[in-house]
């Protein structure tokens, strides 16, 4: 049927020109209603059901090598196991010992906030996730984990790792969810400095697995080194976790800020188990403008334009 | 006749089943699903982007601008990129292949490098524009992936032909 096609003396359908002009203005409009309204996620989620079985299979090379790997544990591998158990049970000796404290430490905070009739500060509970794919596009850092809608995943979710803040859920598929990380150009965590309380906001750089404290003036106390955790402001982020830690400041005169570099204290892009907090209750109603619980990154745009 | 230009003399192709077609682009979307990571990420070719432009080039009469729209509609999905975005660079891709067909004729494998290099660095543009346009910035490092795509070219062209030949000669015996 293929030799024929040097016989057609007559164009079939509409030219190359009428198509590309088509399919570019459908794809231009789909784009703007996509990136104005968000009304197309039902029919992403329809197409991922179509694209959801490629995407598992690219998961099984690495997964298969997993296996084999697993099948030759050398000795090296047996001693390497040994030394990590030892290490992670004296580990666990010194959290067990860290953990009474902090429930004896737990209870007298409840009692002094009861008593000073404070909202009580809410537990958090977990839910145990793993990361399906990495995202395989340069511009974003995101990865899919493997609890989706069927889960009861919600947008806006903390994921964290043993070590502290990793991300936050922003899409939800029917067995996937979308987790951007905090190192994400412009992703904005609302933090505080452990050592002295200073309330600032941490900004992923996105092209580094780094992270930047914006807008401190020369002045502020911040020093290489300093932790800062999650300040529990505008309810979306629980308090007191850890986010990053100060690696460098810079301070140059000539420039109003100053320049100060950290990276994540959790692994941001190294561990394949996550942990997804549930939703911290909701707070009361900002007064006026957004609500608080919006999302960060829409004031973090906001801010950029300005 | 259209044929490939690498050998001295015009051979005939067997004809191309559609399942092939089907497979080879969901073998490049499983290529582009792969765990890349860091550098590899940004060096990591455009296999769909490659295989379109292949499959435009060689039957523009059975895959053309609008399979190409509905395959880069799959890949936003697979790369939870804004819809449209892959689709708009990959209609522009295929257009670029349909319009290269008539000229394959006259080129030979060298000569096509760098007119699909083009094509390739447009369909690159493009994606990155609309990411500058909605997200206000452009990560340099992602135009190294022109580079590797377009060095693939030649040895994805044999790769094809020796594949549709071999099929040939098999169905002879």
Known sequence: ?306 | MRTLNVQSKPEIQRPIRNAYIVITVLAALFLNGLPWSGIWLMLRPDFVALVLLYWCMHKPWRFGIGLSWAVGILADVADASLFGQHALAYTLLAFGGVVLNHRLKMFDLRQQTFQVFGIITLTYVVYALIHWQVNGFVVWGYFLGVLTSTLLWTPFNLMFHSMQQKRMSERVS
């Open chain 1, 1 to 306: 049927m293929d030799s024929t096609q040097s016989f057609r003396f007559f164009n079939r359908g509409p030219s190359p020109v009428v198509r590309l002009v088509f399919f570019s203005a459908l794809s231009l409009l789909l784009m703007f209603v996509d990136a104005r309204f968000r009304y197309l996620e039902s029919a992403r989620s329809v197409v991922s059901v179509l694209i959801t079985p490629i995407q598992r299979l690219t998961a099984m090379p690495a997964y298969l090598l997993d296996q084999i790997g697993d099948i030759f544990i050398t000795q090296q591998a047996q001693r390497d196991l040994k030394s990590t158990n030892n290490q992670l049970q004296i580990q666990h000796q010194q959290d067990a010992a860290k953990l009474l404290q902090l429930q004896s430490s737990q209870l007298e905070n409840q009692q002094l906030r009861t008593l000073s009739s404070l909202p009580l500060s809410p537990g958090y509970t977990a839910q145990l996730v793993e990361v399906v794919y990495a995202e395989r596009d340069v511009f974003k850092r995101r990865v899919l984990i493997s609890k989706g809608a069927n889960a009861k995943m919600e947008m806006g979710q903390v994921v964290m790792d043993d070590k502290g803040i990793v991300g936050q859920i922003t899409r939800v598929y029917p067995w996937l969810s979308e987790v951007t990380l905090i190192t994400e150009k412009d992703r904005a965590v609302p933090v505080q400095v452990l050592r002295n309380g200073l309330r600032s906001i941490v900004f992923g750089a996105g092209d580094t697995s780094q992270l930047a404290l914006r807008f401190m003036p020369e002045s502020a106390d911040i020093q290489v080194g300093d932790v800062l955790v999650t300040s529990g402001i505008d309810g979306v982020y629980p308090q007191g976790i850890p986010v990053a830690k100060v690696a460098k400041v810079e301070r140059d005169p000539s420039y109003p800020f100053a320049r100060i570099f950290c990276l994540p204290t959790a692994g941001v892009d190294q561990h394949r188990h996550l942990l997804v907090l549930a939703k911290p209750p909701k707070l009361p109603e900002r007064p006026a403008e957004e609500p608080v619980t919006g999302e960060v990154d829409k004031r973090a745009k906001g801010r950029r334009r300005n």
